[in-house]
Every structure is written in structure tokens, then in C-alpha cells.
């Protein structure tokens, strides 16, 4: 394809902008409209990017045949109802997260993009944040040692939202981490804990446990009742220890050479007798390193794998089958949430 891809976008509201700004950077796509209901939102597009058409229906795109993609930013409710409606039109979908609200919503979705061969991508910007993909890269080498289990935690004072809790607004990102630190690999055991203080129904607080068959245990906490913000996730394994402070833009990771190696003692026919029960263990206390990485913007970098991979013809990074994945989590968390609310 050398023609630019004409693209639209859905929804200019709290994320919108920042969707809009980096499509419009790509010379390898042109934006031809955008949909938004809201009269003042509409206003802030034509100001903020002259030249591209607003319109308040969402339909208007689905009926224009000249757009090939579109961009869907609008509360998560509508996200499964409007990706169906622009996959069966024949176009192109970049949803934000959550793909859905089932992983039966999902599984659809998935199968319809396969048979019209569509791309389908969800906003796991995470994916492409350089820190993340060194995480991924030193679990592979083995600097870790084995992993032992990993820390997430994703606070702020705010911004409450009306349409989803705390645990699906802000969860999907530590999520779509930890399924691509553990390479897809689904978890065996879900348990979590919550509390809706400020709006009834609505979590404002939710802890996660997960635990992996012979592997690691993860926990998740979530929270818009936080003094702090803070995007932390601590990796922990046999070697050495890890933590990505997203917040820390100097140095988003820092790792740790701690952990407890074992002393063999040895046993009565003078050979060494390393069962748990005669070995001991020293703490270790190792230096501290702080690797360079590289500073980009992981949305510039998955807005332009979307467009690239429409005009190349090839499967974008941020899979749909993740993206599905990360929805089951979800809703399999929040049945275990509602079951432990009684």
C-alpha cells in the first residue's frame, strides 16, 4: 500500500486527543474525520486540528466507504457493540482498552476480524513501552533466575469514573504486562478483594492474586484512593530483583542483585546434604544497576504499528488473542470480587 491509509476516529474526550495527535504524525496515514457527540468536544477538534471534518454520528464513518480504519476511544461499554459494527463494514479497528466486557464478546470480535481478514488491536500501550520490553528481555536471558513472583500496583487520587471500577478502568494495563512477562500463559487461580467507598457498586480499591501452575504468584492492586500516584511493578526472582517505576522518567528501571543463597551443610557421610530441612541460607547483598533505557513514546510506537501493519499486511504486536485474554482476566477477577463482597 503507498497511498496513505484514510482513517477515522471515534470519541475526542479524555484519551481521544492524545490518539488523534500521534495518528495525525504519521506520514503513512490521513485522518479524514472524527465522531463525537459532545458540541464542545467537536468545537476543541476543529480548534486544536484544523482541516479535519467532525461530525456528531458515529455512522457517519461507518457510511463513508473512503475510510479503511478506524480509532475507537469511547466509554468501555460501547467498545465489543462499535468494533462489531465497523469489522462487519469491512474496516480496520483500533479499540482502546478493554477489547470487551465478556470473553465471550471477545471471542467473537476475534473470529469476525479472522474471517473478514481484518486487524484488530487493542490499546496495550504497555506493550510498547521500552521498559516493559526490557523486563521481557531479561526474563528471557535469565537474569532473574526464576521467577518468583511479580508486584503491580497502579494508584491515584482520582479520576473516579461513573461507567467501570477501578479494577477495569486501570487493570488492563498491569494485566496485558504480566500476560506478556509470562508469555500468554493464562493463570491457574484467581482470587480478589475490594471496596466501592465513594460511588455505591463501584470499586474504588481492588486487590488481585494470581497464581500460575508450578510458576510464579502475582498480585494487583488497583486504586482511584491513593495519596500517591504511583505505576510501579516489582519483579522478583532467584537471582536478582527488579522494579519499573513509570513514574521515574530518569530511571524507569532499577535492578537489584538481592536474594538469599543457599549454604550446604554437610551431612553425616561427608557429602553435601542440600534438603531444606539441613541447608542454610545467607542473604545476599549485591550491587545496584541501572540500565539505559531508551526514551520513546510507547502510543506514538502502537499507533504506528496499527497503521504499518494494515499497509504492510502483516499481524501488529498487540495481538487480538491478548487482548482477549486480558478481558478474561478481568472478568474472571471480577466474579471472584463480587463472590468475595457476598
Same mark, same amino acid.
Request: aromatic letters at 10%; glycine letters at 6%.
Given at each position: ?177 504480566? *500476560? ?7 493463570? +491457574?487461580? !484467581?482470587? #480478589?478483594?475490594?471496596? @466501592? /467507598?465513594?460511588? &455505591? ?97 510507547? *502510543? ?7 497503521? +504499518?501493519? !494494515?499497509? #504492510?499486511?502483516?499481524? @501488529? /504486536?498487540?495481538? &487480538? ?22
Amino acid at each position: 500500500m503507498t497511498q496513505p491509509l484514510i482513517t477515522a476516529q471515534i470519541g475526542c474526550g479524555y484519551w481521544g486527543p492524545n490518539l488523534l495527535r500521534n495518528l495525525l504524525s504519521l506520514p503513512g496515514a490521513k485522518v479524514k474525520l472524527v465522531a463525537e457527540a459532545s458540541q464542545s468536544r467537536r468545537d476543541y477538534v476543529t480548534e486544536k486540528f484544523p482541516g479535519i471534518g467532525v461530525t456528531p454520528r458515529w455512522e457517519a464513518v461507518l457510511e463513508d466507504k473512503e475510510v479503511q480504519a478506524v480509532l475507537i476511544a469511547t466509554p468501555a461499554f460501547s467498545h465489543a457493540e462499535l468494533t462489531r459494527r465497523f469489522l462487519e463494514a469491512g474496516k480496520h479497528v483500533f479499540v482502546e482498552k478493554p477489547l470487551a466486557m465478556t470473553a465471550a464478546e471477545s471471542d467473537e470480535l476475534l473470529v469476525l476480524a479472522s474471517e473478514r481478514h481484518l486487524t484488530l488491536m487493542v490499546g496495550h500501550t504497555f506493550l510498547y513501552n521500552n521498559s516493559v520490553r526490557w523486563l521481557k528481555g531479561a526474563l528471557e536471558r535469565g537474569e532473574f533466575g526464576d521467577l518468583y513472583c511479580i508486584y503491580c500496583q497502579r494508584l491515584n487520587l482520582g479520576q473516579l469514573r461513573s461507567d467501570v471500577n477501578a479494577w477495569w478502568n486501570l487493570a488492563p494495563h498491569d494485566l496485558s504486562i504480566l *500476560l506478556y512477562l509470562m508469555d500468554g500463559k493464562l493463570p +491457574e487461580q !484467581i482470587a #480478589a478483594h475490594g471496596k @466501592a /467507598f465513594i460511588q &455505591p457498586g463501584i470499586e474504588d480499591v481492588v486487590f488481585a492474586n494470581f497464581t500460575w501452575k508450578n510458576g510464579p504468584v502475582a498480585n494487583v492492586h488497583v486504586s482511584w484512593l491513593d495519596p500517591h500516584k504511583m505505576r510501579k511493578i516489582t519483579v522478583v526472582g532467584s537471582r536478582k530483583m527488579a522494579v519499573f517505576d513509570d513514574m521515574d522518567t530518569e530511571k524507569p528501571i532499577t535492578v537489584y542483585d538481592k536474594g538469599f543463597d543457599e549454604i550446604p551443610k554437610i551431612g553425616e557421610r561427608m557429602d553435601f546434604d542440600l534438603t531444606a530441612a539441613r541447608a542454610g541460607y545467607t542473604m545476599r547483598q549485591g550491587e545496584i544497576h541501572i540500565p539505559f533505557i531508551e526514551r520513546t513514546e510507547p *502510543l506514538r510506537a502502537e499507533i504506528e504499528d496499527f497503521v +504499518e501493519s !494494515i499497509r #504492510a499486511g502483516r499481524a @501488529a /504486536f498487540s495481538s &487480538p488473542q491478548q487482548a482477549r485474554d486480558v478481558v478474561w482476566l478481568l472478568e474472571e477477577a471480577s466474579k471472584a470480587l463480587k463472590k468475595s463482597n457476598g
